[in-house]
């Protein structure tokens, strides 16, 4: 169920090093600069829950953490973020980018960790109650590029991105599958292009929905 609410909600998702934080600041630049109410928001995080959550699941130094228990991790996150951050930002009519959502946790946990695409995306449902974006961008990355586009400067990986290639291929696998399925809820471009073609991509979809959206003004 896609919200009923005045507001606009699209997702970014995409493999490691795809280079979705980039993308979603040139659309929220794009927006705010046409007076759009603009929030900007990332998982796991975007509370204060879910930023203490994002440090439990991403950082080393945890011991072991089973599949499962992830998952309901990554779960309890996006419960509070939906909850306390997406829906009533979207009651207020805003336009709510998010920096990863559901899809992350089918592709990563369902897929990567062979979970089940069925049963993540069932736990993320009854997780959010059904709070659906009306668009996902997915940027499509090879997980040779990503890896070595995250890389390239000192970061060091995290529990998720330094698992081996072939895990991050059945991600991306995963990611392109749930596209298949509804077209018409993502947009789907190639993360190589340069960033300039990317944005303009992405706000021209995102103007077609605007008439969806209540938005307000600053
Ligand atoms: P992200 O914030 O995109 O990484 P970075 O801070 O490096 O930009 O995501 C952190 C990692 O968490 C990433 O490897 C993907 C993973 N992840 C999941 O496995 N499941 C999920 O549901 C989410 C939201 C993220």
């Known amino acids: 169920m896609t919200t009923q609410s005045p507001g606009l909600f699209i997702a970014f998702e995409g493999g490691d090093g795809a280079g979705k934080s980039t993308q979603t600041a040139e659309l929220a ?8 109410t603009v929030l900007r928001t990332r998982e796991p995080g975007g ?22 228990t992830e998952a309901l991790i990554f779960a309890a996150s996006r419960a509070a973020h939906a909850g306390q951050v997406i829906r009533p930002a979207l009651e207020r009519g805003e336009i709510v980018l998010t920096d990863r959502y559901i899809d992350s946790s089918v ?43 995250r890389t390239a400067g000192d970061a060091a990986e995290d529990r998720l991105e ?5 895990f991050h291929s059945r991600i991306r696998a995963a990611f392109l599958n749930l596209a298949d399925a509804h077209p018409e809820k993502y947009l789907v471009l190639p993360a190589h ?12 979809r995102v103007e077609s929905l605007l008439p969806l959206s209540g938005s307000v003004a600053r």
């Open 29 to 36: 630049e794009a927006l705010e600069s046409q007076g759009l």
């Open 47 to 68: 509370t204060p829950i879910g930023e203490k959550l994002r440090s439990l699941v991403l950082d080393h130094g945890h011991g072991h953490i089973d599949a499962h």
């Open 107 to 149: 592709a990563y946990q369902g897929a990567g960790r062979g979970l089940g695409t069925d049963a993540v995306r069932e736990i993320n449902e009854w997780a959010t109650s059904g709070l659906q974006p009306h668009l996902t961008v997915l940027l499509d990355v090879d997980p040779e590029v990503g890896r070595r586009r």
């Open 162 to 166: 330094s698992e081996a290639d072939e």
């Open 193 to 204: 292009l340069p960033v300039k073609e990317l944005s303009a991509r992405i706000l021209e």
